[in-house]
């Protein structure tokens, strides 16, 4: 069947520190992969989108890489801040072309 | 310019009544999309209406579902007959062009609790 898992724990880590969330998908070929934020209370926000033939992709001090042989994607936030914590959320193509999301991993930043 | 509007943002009712739900997309996106999220779980998607075509409604979870928009504006979900396991946060998101893999904006949510 298709997955698509991140972390459910929190992760937790100090500020200052680089922050790895992971997605990992099974059974699914897509074409891209996005990153979205999601606070308590308020809509995703969109944050960045890699497509399958890019290995990496930065805006300020996030970083996502997308390995499609791991069917992996990593999300980093350099020098985290406690402004950075929230529930981030992957989203992948599924084959009928829609975006699938997975369930979010809460970051928490602790100053 | 505005984001996405969805109203109420908070709704409570009875089970067995019906309730409906209003999104305002961004002016201009063609395309518009349901979800609904359970408390602590994500994104589940529901409905999917793209300019004038047919809407996708493959991820509509019974025939207590359905949803309208006219044209490229204003989309109401209608959930009949509602039961405790229909409450959950209703998001919409608007997006400007015909792929999915453009980004999509959402609104806040109705969050729907079922007594």
């Known amino acids: 069947s298709q997955k698509i898992e991140q972390n459910s724990e929190a992760l937790n880590i100090q500020e200052g520190k680089t922050a790895t969330l992971t997605c990992n998908y099974t059974n699914y070929s897509p074409a891209y992969l996005q990153w979205y934020r999601q606070d308590p209370g308020r809509g995703p926000v969109f944050l960045l989108l890699?497509?399958?033939?890019?290995k990496e992709k930065r805006k300020e001090r996030l970083k996502v890489t997308f390995d499609t042989t791991l069917k992996q994607s990593l999300f980093h936030i350099t020098a985290s801040q406690p402004a950075d914590s929230a529930t981030y959320l992957c989203?992948?193509?599924?084959?009928?072309?829609?975006?699938?999301f997975g369930g979010g991993t809460r970051l928490m930043v602790k100053p | 310019g505005a984001g996405v509007s969805q109203s109420p943002s908070n709704k409570v009712t009875e089970k067995g009544k019906d309730v409906e739900l209003r999104c305002d997309p961004i002016?201009?996106?063609?395309?518009l999309y349901w979800y609904r999220q359970r408390l602590g779980q994500g994104l589940e998607f529901l409905i999917y209406f793209q300019g004038n075509s047919a809407p996708d409604k493959s991820g509509l979870p019974s025939d207590r579902f359905s949803a309208e928009r006219t044209g490229e504006s204003v989309s109401t979900l209608t959930i009949q007959r509602t039961q405790q396991e229909d409450s959950a946060v209703y998001l919409c998101?608007?997006?400007?062009?015909?792929?999915?893999?453009?980004?999509?904006?959402f609104g806040d949510g109705t969050r729907l609790s079922i007594l």
């Open positions: 002016s201009g996106h063609t395309a």
């Open positions: 890699i497509r399958e033939n890019e």
């Open positions: 989203a992948l193509n599924n084959a009928g072309n829609m975006l699938t």
């Open positions: 998101a608007s997006s400007p062009g015909q792929g999915h893999n453009q980004p999509q904006h």
